[in-house]
């Protein structure tokens, strides 16, 4: 049994959809989390941010130090439980890394001089090792849809959108595509990667 549950986890892939908001991550997994082959964890941001009282564009930098460092824990957890839990295929949607990203853009691309922050911040960029693909889905212009939570002034979402190709073109794991390539990938009947 043991040897069983070895291949299994070695067989399963882990992927990420990141990108900056309104792009169609969401939709992309949302059609993905209808297939029975693979487990779906979806945002952690804005439950996060709703459960603790925190903002999503805070005001002031100890706000987005506080959003940041709880939606990174609590991202990082879920992924940890789920593959502890599942041996499906687990497709996240953004990754612990994006919580400090998005900190970065609002604080005018200062990162935070806390320990902690800078800490977490290691840790979140070595966990982008623990996926096997990260989709990249690129800016297109799509209306942000107001949800009275997101941003929605373009120009703020063109920023996190060049800050972030930015950050993560350095990683081997990361593949940028457009959102039609997105919708095609959310058809598969399992990952072949």
């Not at 990141?18 to 991550?25: A, I, L, M």
């Not at 935070?112 to 982008?128: E, G, M, Q, S, V």
Request: net charge positive.
């Amino acid at each position: 049994m043991q040897n069983i549950i070895t291949h299994l986890r070695k067989t399963r892939k882990k992927i990420a959809f990141t990108g900056t908001h309104g792009v169609g991550k969401s939709t992309i997994l949302n059609n993905l989390a209808n297939n029975s082959w693979c487990e779906v964890l979806n945002e952690v941001f804005r439950d996060t941010a709703e459960m603790f009282g925190l903002l999503c564009n805070g005001d002031t930098k100890k706000q987005s130090y506080d959003t940041t460092l709880h939606c990174f824990y609590r991202q990082m957890m879920r992924e940890i439980e789920l593959e502890k839990i599942s041996y499906k295929h687990i497709i996240c949607d953004r990754t612990p890394f994006d919580c400090f990203l998005y900190n970065e853009v609002g604080n005018k691309f200062q990162r935070i001089n806390y320990k902690t922050y800078n800490d977490c911040r290691k840790i979140a960029i070595n966990h982008l090792k623990t996926y096997d693909v990260i989709y990249f889905v690129k800016y297109e212009g799509f209306p942000i849809e107001n949800d009275g939570f997101r941003n929605i002034d373009v120009e703020n979402q063109k920023i996190v959108n060049e800050y972030m190709i930015k950050e993560f073109q350095s990683f081997a794991n990361v593949q940028f595509i457009s959102y039609k390539e997105g919708m095609e990938l959310q058809r598969l009947k399992r990952v072949e990667f």
